[in-house]
């Protein structure tokens, strides 16, 4: 290692294991400059005579949260036609804040499924380039949909033109979408495949995108290299989404059996935003959502969370995505006690929103668990977070890429 390189310690009585699923008791962690050099226990790992030591006590380590499900250029205060007031560059300026808010509550790496004008790649890059801070950010752009579907923008009447940037119909079309994503710096490709909740006129059941037409975008998606996360809720659109080789399925609200073996047979994630249906219906009036839309939450949201529970006794690969846009950045921890509560162990959710994403993205070597060789994303919390998840709601340590960017521990 290079003379100048700086060598940071973190010392604490508890450290979670995502890779074998275990709690470690007196735990240590060397990092060096960005990457994590040695973890394990006092016993096993020698401190460096040269090392900034932080001693934390009664603290767990855990790698940095991951979130597969956010927009952060959308405000949760503004939804339905209060959103057509904002500009791009309003609205990119509002992702500033939601980036900064994300990592301080533990999450060092997000996926943007969804953002105009490539905004997301505009943040991605800030932040990469040491001007704002933020999470990693894995973005796609624009997201993909048919003409009038859940990913179009139809608020507004016919003779005001209004269709969404990543609105694309046909095989090809959809072909020549994922190829300008890519060129303009997307990194995933995200498209709806159903309906939706908050969009006008479309129904959570109905499927959007003929099988030939997803099979299209993901074959080109593949080709170049790139996962596709699918919004879907609706039965069919999940199964077909799934039989035409998706990545992850996003909301996956009607599931029904076959859909489940459809998601073991093809190693498929699921994305389940099983916290928002609570901000949808308590703040989501005030904040400008439809009422056909609070319609359809009420329907959604309690079919989902049962589905949730039938999909984790299954052993589906889960993913934490949160939707967080839709309710407040920086709130997307509270998730992890309505996972709890609908079916997983703690250590189930934690994997969910660190090794598992990290396979998704397939960053496996470099992001997901605490061990040598890997990024130092890391964050801690007061307490044990296998007897309370809900103390995920409160990371008091954040380190991200080796910098301690949160710190109320010293
Ligand atoms: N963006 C999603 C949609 O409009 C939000 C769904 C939220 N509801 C839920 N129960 N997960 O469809």
């Not at 105009?116 to 505009?122: E, Q």
């Amino acid at each position: 290692s290079a003379a100048c390189a700086k060598t940071t310690v973190l010392t604490a009585d508890r450290m979670i294991d995502v890779e074998n699923g275990k709690l470690i008791t007196n735990a240590v962690v060397v990092m060096e400059d960005n990457t994590i050099v040695a973890a394990g226990t006092k016993r096993s790992v020698t401190i460096p005579s040269d090392a900034d030591v932080m001693e934390l006590g009664d603290y767990t380590l855990m790698p940095g949260l991951m979130d597969m499900h956010v927009h952060l250029t959308s405000d949760a205060t503004k939804h339905g036609y209060k959103r057509l007031a904002d500009s791009l560059p309003r609205v990119t300026l509002t992702g500033v804040k939601h980036a900064e808010a994300t990592l301080m509550a533990g999450f060092t790496t997000v996926r943007n499924v969804g953002a105009p004008g490539f905004a997301d790649v505009a943040l991605r890059d800030a932040i990469n380039d040491g001007d704002i801070q933020g999470p990693r950010m894995f973005v796609s752009g624009p997201s993909l949909g048919v003409t009038g579907g859940h990913c179009d923008n139809n608020l507004l009447p016919y003779e005001f033109h209004t269709v969404s940037e990543g609105v694309a119909d046909g095989p090809w079309a959809v072909r020549e979408i994922v190829r300008r994503n890519i060129k303009y710096g997307a990194t995933v490709i995200k498209f709806c495949g159903t309906g939706g909740v908050l969009s006008k006129g479309t129904k959570v059941g109905v499927q959007q995108y003929t099988f030939e037409e997803m099979q299209a975008l993901v074959d080109e998606a593949h080709m170049r290299g790139l996962t596709v996360a699918t919004h879907a809720h609706g039965t069919s659109g999940i199964k077909t989404a799934i039989k035409a080789g998706v990545d992850s399925v996003e909301h996956v609200s009607l599931l029904d059996e076959e859909g489940i073996e459809l998601a073991l047979e093809h190693g498929t994630y699921f994305s389940m935003d099983i916290y928002v249906t609570e901000y949808i219906l308590s703040e989501g009036e005030k904040a400008g959502i439809l009422e056909e839309s609070l319609a359809k939450e009420r329907i959604v949201g309690k079919r989902q969370r049962e589905n949730f529970q039938k999909a984790v006794k299954a052993g589906v690969k889960m993913v934490f995505g949160s939707d967080a846009g839709v309710y407040p950045h920086g709130d997307n921890g509270k998730q992890f006690a309505r996972m709890v509560r609908f079916g997983m162990t703690p250590m189930q959710a934690i994997q969910a929103a660190t090794i598992h994403p990290a396979t998704l993205l397939k960053q496996q070597e470099t992001l997901g668990s605490i061990r040598a060789g890997k990024k130092a994303d890391i964050v801690g919390v007061k307490g044990n977070p296998l007897d309370d998840i809900s103390l995920l709601e409160n990371v008091g340590l954040v380190v991200k890429d080796g910098h301690i960017v949160k710190s109320v521990a010293m």
